[in-house]
C-alpha cells in the first residue's frame, strides 16, 4: 500500500501537513536504519565467507551512502506531499537532491580510486607503465568524476549548460591544435599500456635496428638503454606506430645461436656430442628446452654446425655466446677436433714461371 494513502486515512495527517511530513521522514530513517543492520550484519557476513576481498571493499564503500540515500529519499517524499511557498518549493528539493549526489559522487570517486590504484599499481609494480604514466591516468580519471558531478549538479539546480558546452568545445580544439604532438604521445602510450607491447625491464629491438632495455615508460616517450649505456628516447606516438620485437616476451629465456665450423674429415657425431656436452656444463644454459645441434651447411673449408640453446634472459646473449665459443674452442683442441681457416692453392704452370724468371734479369 502507498504510504501516503495509508497516512491519508487519518485526518491529523491531512489537517497539520508538517506532522505528515515529519512522520514520512521517520518512516525512511527506520527504513535505513534497517537497510543499515541488513549490509553490516548479513551482507557483510556473507562477503568475509568469499576469498575475494573485493567484495568486502564494495560494501564498505556503499554501506554509508545506501543508508543516507534512503533518508534524503524520504525528505524527497515529504516535500512532494504539498507544495511549499517559493522560494522552498525549489530550494529544498533541490539541495536534497545535490546531498544525494555529493554522497555518491564520494562514494564513486571512492570506488574508481581504490579499483584504479589498486590495478594500476599492480600495472606498475609489475613495469607496464612508469611513475609518470600511473600518476597520470589515475588523475585523469578523477577529473572525470568531478566533472561528471559537476555537470550533474549544474543539471540538479536548472543551470543552462548551452554557454559552457560551447566555450569549452572551443577551447578544447585550441589545446587540441595547440597540444597535437603532445595528446599523440599520450594517447601512444596509453595504447602501448593497453595492448602490453612490452614493460619496463624487457628487452625490445626497434624497427630501426637499436636493442636494448626498456627502462621508462613515460607521458611522451620510452626510453631504453642500449647495450652501450646509450639512453634512446623515442616518442611513444612513433613507439605506438612501429614494429616492435620483444626478446623478454612471452617469456623471459631467449634462444641464441652458436655458428661453429669444423675441418673436412672430422667425427660429425663427436662433434655434435662435444657441443652438447658444453652447452649441458654451462650453468646459466636452460636445461628444458634441452639444447641442440643442427648441421647448416658444407662450406669453402670447413662443416658448418649451429648449437642451439637458451639462455634465462635476453641481456646474457652476447656474454653466453662468448662463454659457449671459448668452451668450444678448448674442447676442440682437447678432442683433437680442426677448426679450418681460409686456405688457397696457387699452381704456377713451368713455361710461365721461366717466361717469368726471364723477365726479372
Known amino acids: 500500500m502507498d504510504l501516503n494513502v495509508l497516512l491519508d486515512q487519518y485526518a491529523i495527517f491531512n489537517e497539520i501537513i508538517i506532522l505528515k511530513r515529519l512522520v514520512i521522514v521517520f518512516i525512511y530513517a527506520i527504513l535505513a536504519k534497517g537497510v543499515d543492520i541488513f549490509i553490516d550484519r548479513i551482507l557483510r557476513s556473507l562477503a568475509l565467507k568469499t576469498k575475494i576481498t573485493f567484495d568486502d571493499k564494495l560494501i564498505n564503500f556503499l554501506h554509508v551512502p545506501i543508508?543516507?540515500?534512503?533518508?534524503?529519499?524520504?525528505?524527497?517524499?515529504?516535500?512532494?506531499?504539498?507544495?511549499?511557498?517559493?522560494?522552498?518549493?525549489?530550494?529544498?528539493?533541490?539541495?536534497?537532491k545535490s546531498l544525494i549526489l555529493i554522497i555518491w559522487l564520494i562514494a564513486i570517486f571512492r570506488v574508481?580510486?581504490?579499483?584504479?590504484?589498486?590495478?594500476?599499481?599492480?600495472?606498475?609494480?609489475?613495469?607496464?607503465?612508469?611513475?609518470?604514466?600511473?600518476?597520470l591516468l589515475k588523475n585523469v580519471i578523477r577529473i572525470i568524476v568531478i566533472i561528471a558531478g559537476l555537470l550533474w549538479f549544474l543539471a540538479i539546480w536548472q543551470i543552462n549548460?548551452?554557454?559552457?558546452?560551447?566555450?569549452?568545445?572551443?577551447?578544447?580544439?585550441?589545446?587540441?591544435?595547440?597540444?597535437?604532438?603532445s595528446l599523440a604521445n599520450f594517447f601512444g602510450g596509453i595504447s602501448l599500456f593497453m595492448d602490453n607491447a612490452y614493460k619496463v625491464g624487457e628487452y625490445i629491438i626497434l624497427e630501426?635496428?637499436?636493442?636494448?632495455?626498456?627502462?621508462?615508460?613515460g607521458i611522451r616517450s620510452t626510453r631504453i638503454k642500449t647495450r652501450d649505456d646509450v639512453i634512446v628516447t623515442v616518442p611513444n606516438a612513433i613507439m605506438a606506430n612501429s614494429k616492435i620485437i620483444n626478446e623478454s616476451a612471452p617469456i623471459p629465456r631467449f634462444r641464441i645461436r652458436v655458428p661453429v665450423g669444423v675441418a673436412y674429415g672430422s667425427n660429425l657425431d663427436k662433434v655434435e656430442d662435444v657441443l652438447l656436452g658444453v652447452a649441458d656444463a654451462n650453468e646459466d644454459i636452460e636445461k628444458n628446452p634441452e639444447p641442440r645441434v643442427r648441421m647448416r651447411s658444407f662450406a669453402d673449408s670447413s662443416v658448418n654446425f649451429e648449437l642451439l640453446c637458451w639462455v634465462?634472459?635476453?641481456r646474457e646473449k652476447g656474454l653466453q655466446i662468448?662463454?659457449?665459443?671459448?668452451?668450444?674452442y678448448n674442447v676442440f683442441d682437447e678432442q683433437g677436433i680442426s677448426i679450418p681457416f681460409p686456405q688457397?692453392?696457387?699452381?704456377?704452370?713451368?713455361g710461365q714461371a721461366e717466361a717469368f724468371q726471364e723477365e726479372e734479369t
Not at 662468448?322 to 668450444?328: E, R, V, W
Open 322 to 328: 662468448h662463454h659457449l665459443l671459448k668452451s668450444a
Open 344 to 350: 688457397r692453392d696457387i699452381h704456377i704452370k713451368s
Open 112 to 135: 574508481f580510486n581504490w579499483i584504479v590504484g589498486y590495478y594500476m599499481s599492480q600495472a606498475h609494480e609489475r613495469g607496464k607503465i612508469g611513475k609518470d604514466l600511473f600518476m
Open 67 to 96: 543508508y543516507w540515500t534512503v533518508f534524503w529519499v524520504g525528505v524527497l517524499h515529504a516535500l512532494s506531499i504539498k507544495p511549499l511557498n517559493d522560494p522552498w518549493q525549489t530550494i529544498l528539493p533541490q539541495i536534497a
Open 208 to 217: 630501426s635496428g637499436e636493442r636494448g632495455e626498456v627502462i621508462e615508460i
Open 312 to 314: 634465462k634472459d635476453p
Open 161 to 181: 549548460l548551452t554557454p559552457l558546452f560551447a566555450s569549452a568545445g572551443i577551447a578544447g580544439i585550441a589545446v587540441a591544435l595547440a597540444a597535437k604532438d
